[in-house]
């Protein structure tokens, strides 16, 4: 009995497609460029807004208002805004919304994925097409600013969580990946005595992790940024989340007193402006890495496959 040899792996220009052409330096060197100049688009402004809000009075004003490189960097703009006065209380409020909204939206988009993705349901088809029909047809500001009055929740946190509580597209994905889920495991666990609350929660959210991850990034970020609602529904600017204050002294323009942040003196203006970027900024840009791995695997597969 002959023992073949092991085939040795193919080269990459023996893998290639016989329809792909290899790349040109030209072309290699055109594509280097196109990135390069796209980083750098996306990279400068951060570092301007992170440079000055590190910057002295002195370099500030030197520099007509925004700073590339600080000589001197200094926290004392992020010291003001987190002493306790009006950006530590905004901060808390996006914080208490986001981690709420999430957690609620989270639970109600899996409970309800997980209803119209089984067959047989009663009322399941309505429901979905009521869903999909969001998607087309917004309700509008008005429609919502009136029911969000009739039903008693202006000024309060509850009108910036329950108006967006079930993102239609994030169920839609959702009830996608559910569906994938083989029918054996039900069957099997349905053989095993377990009700629907078991297979919930000991096999279809552990298979699920990738596009609950994603999911709840969707919902985070949208709580996290979402100021409009807040401008609509929150008269009383001590409940305001940080994304509308940032709106109004820095979109606007306006200027933040000293009283209002509770200290005595005021780094520069446009340090303190740039800081409060960087607070909104900062949440998302540590949460992201984390969930990047679970893009196409919880996205892609609940959207496409089937």
């Not at 306006?254 to 900062?282: E, F, N, R, T, Y």
């Amino acid at each position: 009995m002959s023992i073949g040899l092991p085939l040795s792996k193919p080269r990459t220009a023996d893998r290639r497609a016989a329809w792909e052409e290899p790349p040109t330096r030209l072309g290699s060197a055109a594509k280097a460029v196109v990135i390069t100049v796209i980083v750098a688009v996306m990279t400068v402004p951060f570092v301007i807004v992170l440079s000055t809000s590190l910057a002295s009075r002195e370099e500030i004003t030197a520099a007509g208002g925004y700073v590339l490189f600080p000589t001197e960097p200094t926290l004392q703009a992020y010291r003001t805004i987190l002493s306790g006065g009006l950006v530590t209380r905004a901060v808390t409020v996006s914080v208490l919304i986001t981690g709420v909204g999430t957690a609620l939206s989270l639970l109600t988009t899996i409970a309800l994925a997980y209803a119209l993705s089984k067959r047989g349901v009663p009322g399941s088809k309505p429901v979905l097409l009521l869903v999909l029909f969001t998607l087309l047809f917004a309700p509008g500001m008005i429609p919502m600013y009136v029911l969000v009055r009739e039903l008693g929740l202006l000024d309060s946190y509850w009108a910036l969580i329950l108006p967006g509580l079930v993102n239609a597209f994030n169920l839609v994905v959702m009830r996608a990946f559910f569906m994938n889920i083989p029918d054996e495991l039900y069957q099997a666990a349905r053989i095993d005595g377990a009700g629907d609350w078991r297979i919930l929660t000991r096999i279809v959210l552990p298979l699920s992790k990738g596009v609950i991850a994603v999911v709840g990034l969707f919902y985070a970020v949208t709580y996290w940024n979402a100021f409009f609602n807040a401008m609509l529904y929150l008269n009383d600017s001590g409940k305001w989340p940080v994304q509308l204050l940032l709106r109004t002294y820095v979109v606007q323009n306006k200027q933040m007193a000293a009283d209002q942040l509770g200290v005595a003196h005021l780094p520069p203006q446009q340090s303190i402006s740039m800081a409060v970027v960087m607070i909104a900024l900062i949440p998302i840009l540590l949460l992201n890495p984390f969930l990047q791995k679970y893009f196409t695997k919880g996205v892609l597969t609940g959207a496409i496959k089937g």
